[in-house]
């Protein structure tokens, strides 16, 4: 079985290379980008201005290949690929929640952003508090790690 | 552009059609599921098993078509799809976070989970409440009705 999906949009960043980004939105504080969202896509945006925060779900672009087990930037250990957040995924869909700021017409205006510039935007979803932040009570090999996700940046191992 | 992304496995659920379902994670708190992840990728879940809390995202089968407006279950007026979880989006791909209580060699046990028996499944990813759970202050036409996701059932509207 094969799924097709077709991008609605492009998501303009500041980070032109993969190297030295981000790794999360919480790396990218008041970092602006902007969406362009495609004509003929443009009219799902409606109500959209409501919403402090859209979740991006995204096509890692650059991302060539998978392996299932990888070092990820918080660790020195191999990790299954399931366990963490790195790019190079069997499927390689990336999601990020960041803040919305302001909508013009077709051109979402958005901070926190974390992705290569030139991303292709698959879906946007609005981020819903009481049904996407359940009470997690275990973080596996990130334990005691995850606050730390905003001071790192990437390095060319993706 | 055309993307192409193939199952890593298949969500078993006892939802066997769209009417009568929850509608979110919230609204099926401990309905029990299981998800079959294809032998090839097995070796990706290394690790998994350590986060309580996992967000699957996968396709929606049997959405049909697309509509850029549409009347949601928690309203009666229309909404430009991107700012609701509908189904029949421009690339029909859902998200729920989901409560992970077991892994037993390629089969995961999970809770409190809202889609279709026989959903494939593009991509797991930890659930990170530091890096996916942002403060959100607005929440637009939901405001003070995102609460009540957890109460509402599914129709035939999709």
Avoid: C
């Avoid at 819903?128 to 940046?153: C, E, F, Q, T, Y």
């Amino acid at each position: 079985m094969v799924i097709n999906y077709t991008p609605i949009g492009i998501i303009k960043t500041p980070f032109k290379k993969k190297e030295g980004m981000p790794i999360q939105p919480t790396g990218a504080p008041g970092v602006k980008g902007e969406i362009e969202i495609y004509d003929e896509f443009k009219d799902g945006l409606k109500d959209l201005d409501g919403f402090s925060h859209i979740i991006l779900i995204y096509h890692l672009h650059q991302s060539v290949g998978f392996q299932l087990n990888v070092k990820p930037f918080m660790d020195d250990q191999l990790r299954g690929v399931f366990s963490t957040r790195a790019p190079k995924r069997p499927n390689p869909i990336g999601l990020s929640v960041v803040k919305l700021t302001k909508i013009e017409n077709n051109i979402l205006h958005i901070e926190n952003i974390d992705v290569l510039d030139g991303t292709p935007l698959i879906d946007i979803k609005p981020f819903i508090p009481d049904v996407d932040s359940p009470k997690a009570d275990r973080l596996g090999w990130l334990d005691g790690k995850s606050n730390k996700m905003g001071d790192k940046l990437s390095d060319n191992r993706f």
